[in-house]
């Protein structure tokens, strides 16, 4: 089993729709989560970070954490033609290890 | 803040040149910074982790004399890509990791793209 799991898409969603991301991972011990969007050719940038179980809100952005049965979600509002990118969900590797592990990241395609 | 900037943005380079990428927090102390390296439509893929004022990890498979990293200070990690080859060209990114209440977070630099005649 894949240490972080994304659906890799592509997901197109209507322009202000809701759009939803979906990852899993496997170490039920990490304690922190992140989703970064990487535009093509450009590198990825952080958007979201979340680290305890509930709903984090951040404009239009809701990261959605639920240890138990280890997946975070992103939720993008009112989605825009400019959110389309790839979406990554980044857990550290192993609590206390400064990597990341990413997933292979979602394709969002917002259809104007 | 969380500023990361990498130089030069893109390179093109002969094949057996060596290319130097530098990659700096602009706005905050990295201690960590990582090295990565994306093929087009594919993941990243972490290439080492470099500390400063220590020796980098590097990532299973990836060649420590090939991929020279030095953090000398605390605001700057190189990548040096010896004897390249066009195999290596690629996208070359790097990250830091935040200070204090961004210590769990990584800031990516925009990238260097390497081209390899």
């Known amino acids: 089993q894949k240490e972080v799991e994304q659906n890799s898409g592509p997901l197109s969603v209507p322009e202000g729709a809701i759009a939803s991301l979906n990852c899993t991972y496997s170490?039920?011990?990490?304690?922190?989560f992140f989703w970064y969007r990487q535009y093509s050719g450009k590198s990825p940038e952080l958007i979201m970070s979340?680290?305890?179980?509930g709903d984090k809100e951040d404009g239009r952005f809701t990261a959605q954490l639920n240890k138990a049965s280890q997946y975070v979600s992103l939720l993008i509002r009112d989605s825009q033609p400019s959110d389309s990118a790839t979406y990554l969900c980044a857990v550290p590797s192993n609590f206390g290890n400064e990597k990341l592990t990413f997933g292979t990241g979602t394709r969002l395609t917002i259809i104007p | 803040g969380a500023v990361v900037s990498q130089h030069p943005s893109w390179v093109i380079c002969k094949s057996g040149t060596s290319v130097k990428i530098e990659c700096r927090s602009l706005d905050f102390q990295a201690t960590t910074m990582f090295w990565y390296r994306q093929f087009p439509k594919q993941s990243l893929m972490l290439m080492a982790t470099s500390n400063e004022g220590s020796k980098a990890t590097y990532e299973q498979g990836v060649e420590k004399d090939k991929f020279l990293i030095n953090h000398a200070s605390l605001t700057l990690s190189t990548l040096t890509v010896t004897s390249a080859h066009p195999e290596d060209s690629s996208f070359y990114i790097c990250s830091a990791r935040g200070a204090g209440a961004l210590s769990d977070e990584q800031f990516f630099g925009p990238g260097t793209r390497l081209t390899v005649l």
């Open positions: 170490d039920r011990v990490s304690q922190s």
């Open positions: 979340i680290y305890s179980n």
